[in-house]
């Protein structure tokens, strides 16, 4: 078995290597080949850290309900993928396959969307920890991750309460 320290690095290495990805224009055909609706509607990453995610998501046509605000689904898209991308670049960094799925979604809007919402996730820490719980334990665990999306006043508009089962593959 490999010395610990040389596993940690390794794993740091695979984030690093990860958060590049996000910040280069292969992350948009990325989006394009696997998540073409989020590349439609113009998601975005502002910010991937092992501290928070940010991701936007502008108002325009392509988004906009019959109210002329942001529909509810590419809002959910966006709440969504702020706790699932630091879900992802930590599964991925583990020398061991991790499942990752979405079992509960609940949702509250406080006002209308009708600009650019950035959505924030900040404890991807807890989200590491219980994804590392799940490693050990080689049991499922879950995770109920929180992202508040703002307008550009910073006026709360959206808040997504993501539960995440995560899981070794045999």
């Known amino acids: 078995m490999e010395h610990p320290l040389v ?6 290495r695979r984030i690093d ?5 996000v910040k280069s ?7 394009l080949k696997t998540l073409p609706m ?17 991701t936007t998501i502008p108002f325009k046509w392509l988004n906009q ?10 809002l959910s898209m966006a709440g969504e993928f702020a706790s699932g991308l630091p879900a992802l670049m930590i599964t991925r960094s583990h020398p061991v396959k991790i499942s990752l799925l979405v ?4 949702a509250t809007f406080s006002k ?8 924030v996730f900040d404890d991807v820490p807890a989200l590491a920890k219980t ?3 799940a490693v050990e334990s080689k049991e499922g665990r879950t995770y109920q991750a929180t992202s508040i999306g703002s307008n550009s006043q910073g006026e709360e508009v959206a808040r997504f309460m993501v539960t995440w089962s995560f899981k070794t593959k045999s």
């Open 7 to 12: 596993l940690i690095n390794e794993q740091q």
């Open 17 to 21: 290597r990860f958060q590049r990805q």
């Open 25 to 31: 224009i292969g992350f948009r055909f990325f989006l």
């Open 38 to 54: 989020a590349w439609l509607a113009g998601l975005r990453v502002k910010h991937l850290s092992m501290e928070r995610c940010e």
């Open 65 to 74: 309900n019959p109210f002329r605000s942001t529909y509810f689904a590419v």
């Open 103 to 106: 079992v509960d979604l609940q």
């Open 112 to 119: 209308k969307a009708t600009g650019k919402v950035t959505f």
């Open 131 to 133: 994804i590392q719980d």
